[in-house]
């Protein structure tokens, strides 16, 4: 059984965290539209410049470039786990008709655990790996290497105070809607975690 899932969320919610491990236990593929868009800036592609601006300040990108990347991903794709796509209601239209859905994972956090886990955040570079560290809570063993696979960590150029509240700000103008919008339709699941 192949399921068509989504996953979205207030940054910092461990939405990539979660959607790794539905993706594993269900053997679907996990789509992070922020992976695919910081790819394209790590390779400098065209894409990547055009996108730069708004990545780094904590904007959207514009729906009509997430569209087509989000919806060229999921062609002949039987089964999907999206994280972080849709996230607009726009967005949310143009995946109606390319695709049907199962269900939508909501997982909420508060805005100041929110801050706290993405301004000490770490990850390892190692794609394959992707563990995160937090510099206060989870720490590495030895400063800036990974204790599963000895590569360097990373800190995300989003991943500061500032940043992070234009991210929240945008997902409570832009994203919040989506709410509504799979309850309605009785697709909504809600994950609330512990603070
Ligand atoms: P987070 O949810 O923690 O902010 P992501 O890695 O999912 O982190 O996204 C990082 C950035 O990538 C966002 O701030 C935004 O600039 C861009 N992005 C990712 N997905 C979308 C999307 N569906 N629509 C517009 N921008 C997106
Ligand atoms: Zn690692």
Avoid: W
């Amino acid at each position: 059984m192949s399921y068509k899932l989504i996953l979205f969320g207030p940054p910092g919610a461990g939405k990539g965290t979660q959607a790794a491990l539905i993706s594993k236990e269900y053997g679907l593929r996990h789509i992070s539209t922020g992976d695919i868009f910081r790819k394209h800036m790590k390779d400098q592609t065209d894409l990547g410049k055009e996108i730069l601006d708004y990545m780094n300040k904590g904007l959207l990108v514009p729906d009509e470039l997430t569209i087509k990347i989000a919806l060229n991903e999921i062609k002949d794709l039987n089964g999907f786990i999206l994280d972080g796509f849709p996230r607009t209601i726009e967005q949310v239209k143009a995946l109606e008709q390319n695709s049907s859905v199962d269900a939508a994972f909501y997982i909420g956090v508060s805005e100041d655990t929110a801050i706290k886990r993405l301004c000490g955040r770490k990850t390892c570079s190692n794609k394959t790996c992707n563990e995160v560290y937090h510099m206060v809570d989870r720490k590495p063993k030895l400063e800036n290497i990974c204790d599963k696979c000895n590569s360097s960590l990373y800190q995300r150029s989003d991943d500061n105070e500032e940043t992070v509240k234009t991210r929240l700000k945008e997902y409570n103008t832009k994203t919040a809607p989506l709410l509504n919008h799979y309850m309605h339709k009785n697709k909504l699941l809600m994950i609330m975690k512990k603070q």
